[in-house]
């Protein structure tokens, strides 16, 4: 879910028809520019999950964003169940339709899996990356347009709302990148607890002799909010994921 992206005259009605077509023309790059680099726009959803042979979990996932009073944003996803809680957040400037991303935090804790922790700080003046996983540091080049296991999830939407049919991002993983790519291959009409909303269905494109499968559905009414994802697993375990509410401008 990318940001987008007169001499002198002998006459009044020369000069009056050369302002209507500047205005026009005007008028058009406006419009150009806001479909290449769409606004972001603060949102709250939340979501139900189920495994397997649809096995609920107890539980739900709420994503939010905001714009803080610095001008930066925050994205968040978090987690509530009986199995684990997850709190994963990235502060983010936004500046020509890419996200920059400043600090990223990811901290899972549950009473049936081993607690995580991770964290990256992203400083582009001096090119690099800090950061830890699990309690072991690392430092690392940054990378053109590198994004964080979050905020690259926001940009796919942004990216999205501007027309791009195929996407690559450079994902910062515990010192190294992931260069994860995604495409467009389809429409399709999905129904949800908000009703039945017109999708592009996105899928994450793997190695020809992968077993795993990501799909996912953004619906454009939505300002191409994620209303569905669906994952297999190499074992044919299936887990997924779907809108229960959304709150947009």
């Known amino acids: 879910m ?6 002198p005259l002998p006459g009044r009605h020369l000069l009056a028809s050369i302002a209507m077509l500047l205005g026009a023309c005007t008028t058009a790059l406006a419009a150009e520019t806001a479909t290449q680099h769409p606004d972001l726009t603060p949102m709250s959803a939340t979501y139900g999950a189920s495994m397997d042979k649809g096995l609920a979990i107890d539980g739900s996932a709420t994503r939010t964003l905001e714009q803080q009073a610095d001008g930066t944003w925050l994205y968040r996803f978090d987690v509530d169940s009986f199995i684990a809680d997850i ?6 400037r936004w500046e020509n339709g890419h996200i920059r991303p400043l600090e990223y935090r990811y901290a899972l804790k549950g009473l049936m899996v081993r607690d995580r ?4 700080n992203f400083s ?10 699990e309690g072991d540091s690392f430092t690392m080049e940054m990378a053109e347009n590198a994004l964080d296991p979050l905020g690259f999830q926001l940009q796919m939407r942004q990216d999205l709302k501007a027309g791009k049919q ?9 010192g190294d990148f992931d260069h994860d790519r995604f495409t467009v291959i389809g429409e399709e009409t999905l129904t949800t607890p908000m009703g039945e909303m017109a999708t592009l269905k996105v899928e994450k494109v793997r190695d020809e002799d992968s077993k795993r499968e990501t799909l996912m559905w ?4 939505l300002d191409y909010l994620l209303v569905q994802l669906v994952q297999v697993e190499p074992d044919g ?5 779907n809108l229960e509410d959304a709150e947009l401008p």
Not at 2 to 7: D, E
Not at 124 to 133: D, Q, R, T, V, Y
Not at 237 to 241: A, L, Q
């Open 218 to 221: 953004f619906a454009p009414e």
């Open 124 to 133: 582009w003046a001096a090119n690099s990356i800090s950061g830890s996983f």
């Open 2 to 7: 990318t940001g987008l992206q007169s001499r």
């Open 237 to 241: 375990s299936r887990y997924e994921v």
């Open 87 to 92: 709190t994963e957040s990235v502060t983010f």
């Open 166 to 174: 195929e996407m690559t991002y450079a994902v910062a993983d515990d």
């Open 117 to 120: 922790s991770r964290a990256m």
